[in-house]
């Protein structure tokens, strides 16, 4: 590549129109579905703004991964130090992450650093500690501090921090701690002195499709231009999301998606992008079920994926797919079982999560409800190809 063609790249049109929107450390202007967590949040540490004597308050935030217990730590810290500001408190907020941060000591000669400009050197912890304090009652300041992935510091190096007002005495501990941990780890660190220095647990559930649904929508057109990518996208996105539980993938499938039609010239997002984009975040598809499959079961497979690459759409009905099963098992001269048989090859398909299906209603009442269906983690072009090979090497040989 010389300097014309490298000067090219930078001129291509792109899909995206605000990309850092779907950065991980992005943190919205709108936090949705998180209203409950926030609501408990202000009622605790609302009184440092309402009390003179500002007291320490010590929150933590559970949940699973990509349930956005970090999003909504650092969008209320955000949004609470503006409130704070209007309040004419001096609020400040320092966000820590243990993956960075591995002890205690880390955090405090970090901020020592930064509040007092000095390495912390010849300075035990609690020396250090106190001349940060000082510094806050000097300056008639209050600090919020968040820390992340709490779980990987000692739980002695915890207390610790939970108990800087005890050590220092309420009058002179113009701090607040809200930490964040996953479920499973925090449970490994508490114990009966821990869990007393806390004000509130706050748990946080994985996100159900309607939530999913709004989130990525919000994220989408925040982060894309108009018609990039359509709402029956979304639901695929919002599925995988639910299906994993875990948003992080719908973003991280969303920007990988973008950064995609970029690199090739396209203008849109397509479904088999989607799938392409999911399974390289979150790669679950895996050849060996197919090969354990039963024969019904991979001429149902295949029906789906010939009525998905006909109807050239995210999801296909579960009757259009029947027709085309049975279109198949023509082909290859087998006996097609009816249709009940192949509603229950779809469920089977959806258990062993090679497929997803959803009963939807539709719009013609004559019509009732149906059953959508579609793939989330492969290409629905490579699993027909791979399909293909095996029912020739079954059926042909």
Request: hydrophobic share 40%; with cysteine; glycine share 4%.
């Given at each position: 590549?010389?300097?014309?063609?490298?000067?090219?790249?930078?001129?291509?049109?792109?899909?995206?129109?605000?990309?850092?929107?779907?950065?991980?450390?992005?943190?919205?202007?709108?936090?949705?579905?998180?209203?409950?967590?926030?609501?408990?949040?202000?009622?605790?540490?609302?009184?440092?703004?309402?009390?003179?004597?500002?007291?320490?308050?010590?929150?933590?935030?559970?949940?699973?991964?990509?349930?956005?217990?970090?999003?909504?730590?650092?969008?209320?810290?955000?949004?609470?130090?503006?409130?704070?500001?209007?309040?004419?408190?001096?609020?400040?907020?320092?966000?820590?992450?243990?993956?960075?941060?591995?002890?205690?000591?880390?955090?405090?000669?970090?901020?020592?650093?930064?509040?007092?400009?000095?390495?912390?050197?010849?300075?035990?912890?609690?020396?250090?500690?106190?001349?940060?304090?000082?510094?806050?009652?000097?300056?008639?300041?209050?600090?919020?501090?968040?820390?992340?992935?709490?779980?990987?510091?000692?739980?002695?190096?915890?207390?610790?921090?939970?108990?800087?007002?005890?050590?220092?005495?309420?009058?002179?501990?113009?701090?607040?701690?809200?930490?964040?941990?996953?479920?499973?780890?925090?449970?490994?660190?508490?114990?009966?002195?821990?869990?007393?220095?806390?004000?509130?647990?706050?748990?946080?559930?994985?996100?159900?499709?309607?939530?999913?649904?709004?989130?990525?929508?919000?994220?989408?057109?925040?982060?894309?231009?108009?018609?990039?990518?359509?709402?029956?996208?979304?639901?695929?996105?919002?599925?995988?999301?639910?299906?994993?539980?875990?948003?992080?993938?719908?973003?991280?499938?969303?920007?990988?998606?973008?950064?995609?039609?970029?690199?090739?010239?396209?203008?849109?997002?397509?479904?088999?992008?989607?799938?392409?984009?999911?399974?390289?975040?979150?790669?679950?598809?895996?050849?060996?079920?197919?090969?354990?499959?039963?024969?019904?079961?991979?001429?149902?497979?295949?029906?789906?994926?010939?009525?998905?690459?006909?109807?050239?759409e995210p999801f296909t009905l579960v009757d259009d797919a029947f027709e085309d099963y049975n279109a198949i098992c023509e082909n290859y001269s087998i006996e097609p079982h009816v249709k009940m048989s192949f509603r229950k090859y779809?469920?089977?398909?959806?258990?062993?999560?090679?497929?997803?299906?959803?009963?939807?209603?539709?719009?013609?009442?004559?019509?009732?409800?149906?059953?959508?269906?579609?793939?989330?983690?492969?290409?629905?072009?490579?699993?027909?190809?791979?399909?293909?090979?095996?029912?020739?090497?079954?059926?042909?040989?």
């Amino acid at each position: 590549m010389d300097e014309d063609e490298f000067r090219k790249q930078f001129k291509k049109k792109s899909v995206f129109k605000q990309a850092s929107s779907l950065d991980l450390s992005y943190v919205p202007e709108k936090l949705y579905c998180r209203d409950e967590a926030l609501k408990t949040l202000i009622f605790n540490y609302r009184r440092i703004l309402e009390e003179e004597e500002q007291p320490s308050i010590n929150c933590l935030i559970l949940g699973k991964g990509g349930v956005g217990k970090t999003c909504t730590a650092r969008f209320f810290g955000r949004t609470f130090r503006t409130i704070a500001i209007e309040n004419e408190v001096n609020l400040f907020i320092e966000y820590f992450n243990c993956i960075n941060f591995r002890s205690k000591s880390k955090i405090i000669r970090e901020l020592l650093a930064k509040y007092q400009h000095g390495s912390g050197r010849g300075f035990s912890d609690d020396e250090a500690l106190k001349l940060i304090l000082s510094q806050l009652i000097r300056e008639q300041g209050y600090m919020l501090l968040v820390i992340d992935e709490i779980h990987l510091l000692k739980p002695d190096d915890v207390l610790a921090l939970l108990d800087i007002a005890e050590t220092f005495g309420h009058q002179n501990a113009k701090l607040s701690l809200l930490l964040i941990s996953r479920s499973k780890d925090w449970m490994k660190i508490e114990n009966e002195r821990i869990l007393s220095r806390l004000n509130e647990k706050l748990p946080l559930k994985p996100y159900d499709f309607d939530e999913s649904m709004q989130i990525l929508k919000y994220r989408s057109d925040k982060a894309l231009k108009e018609n990039i990518i359509d709402d029956e996208l979304l639901t695929m996105v919002s599925q995988i999301v639910v299906d994993h539980k875990n948003m992080r993938h719908g973003i991280e499938i969303l920007r990988k998606s973008g950064s995609y039609c970029d690199k090739e010239g396209l203008d849109s997002i397509s479904a088999d992008i989607i799938r392409e984009a999911s399974n390289d975040v979150y790669p679950t598809f895996r050849n060996d079920i197919v090969d354990e499959l039963k024969d019904q079961e991979i001429l149902a497979l295949y029906g789906i994926v010939r009525s998905l690459i006909n109807k050239d759409e995210p999801f296909t009905l579960v009757d259009d797919a029947f027709e085309d099963y049975n279109a198949i098992c023509e082909n290859y001269s087998i006996e097609p079982h009816v249709k009940m048989s192949f509603r229950k090859y779809v469920r089977q398909l959806t258990q062993l999560k090679i497929v997803t299906s959803k009963t939807v209603r539709i719009e013609e009442a004559t019509r009732g409800r149906h059953l959508e269906i579609t793939l989330l983690d492969i290409p629905v072009t490579k699993l027909a190809e791979l399909l293909e090979d095996i029912l020739e090497s079954k059926f042909r040989s």
